[in-house]
């Protein structure tokens, strides 16, 4: 039986573990403007805090150690989902994804530096075929202009149900991001990352709705998941299936 005692170990400000039975938790500590504490276990498995400014390191960690239960629970949550799919090499061959579904990359020389869908192909052109780093860029620029227009068509989509419930109109911006799908800051600005036009069409509107949601209720409050069940049921299964599929 694993034991249960607790127990945490102090490095810098920034950086501590927990101990639990045999597990050692890194966890990153960040000191924001803020007015509480929030943790957050990432399908990565990695554990992020962030403190108000004003509290002193003493108390946060003490919070954070009598959440160390719940933080194995989530790493336990994401450890089926592991490993995850390894860095892309950007060489003809791989797969890479687009909306759920899987396309292969395939690499020619060319004038210039281009990259089109068609068929079941992702087909690129480059100067040098053999450069990673420039495949790399261009294959990020087309995701990142694929996925603003995508996305804005999804939200476009979803927002008049809002509208008629008292939301306002938010501003939507786009970020290719490495540790979230989105964020609505305030009840005014919707963040998307634009990786998450990887994803299936249903993961991505989960995405969306939740985050519209957060213009009506900005915390995960009773409300929130009320409003977010009424309008997606099946909300849990397309979380998990996001979870499923991690690009980043």
């Not at 629970?73 to 390894?86: A, D, G, M, S």
């Amino acid at each position: 039986m694993r034991d249960r005692a607790l127990k945490m170990i102090s490095r810098q400000p920034d950086q501590f573990e927990l101990i639990y039975g045999d597990m050692r938790i890194p966890v990153s500590l960040k000191f924001e403007p803020r007015t509480r504490l929030t943790i957050t276990v990432y399908p990565d498995k990695s554990v992020v805090a962030k403190a108000p400014i004003s509290k002193q390191i003493e108390e946060v960690t003490t919070r954070i150690k009598n959440r160390t239960a719940w933080i194995v629970k989530q790493l336990e949550y994401f450890e089926q989902f592991h490993p995850i799919t390894p860095p892309r090499r950007y060489i003809s061959g791989e797969t890479h994804y687009y909306l759920g579904r899987q396309y292969r990359l395939r690499i020619t020389q060319g004038t210039r530096p281009q990259v089109k869908l068609i068929g079941r192909f992702f087909l690129m052109e480059l100067s040098d075929p053999s450069d990673r780093e420039k495949a790399k860029k261009v294959m990020q620029q087309w995701y990142s202009k694929h996925a603003k227009g995508y996305l804005k068509k999804r939200i476009d989509k979803y927002f008049d149900r809002f509208l008629k419930i008292g939301a306002k109109e938010p501003e939507i911006r786009f970020r290719r991001m490495k540790k979230r799908w989105g964020s609505c800051s305030n009840g005014r600005v919707i963040l998307l990352n634009t990786e998450l036009v990887k994803a299936p069409i249903h993961c991505i509107d989960y995405v969306i709705i939740h985050e519209l949601c957060h213009l009506i209720y900005p915390k995960h409050s009773k409300g929130f998941f009320q409003l977010l069940s009424r309008i997606i049921p099946d909300w849990k299964k397309r979380k998990e299936r996001l979870e499923k599929v991690v690009f980043l």
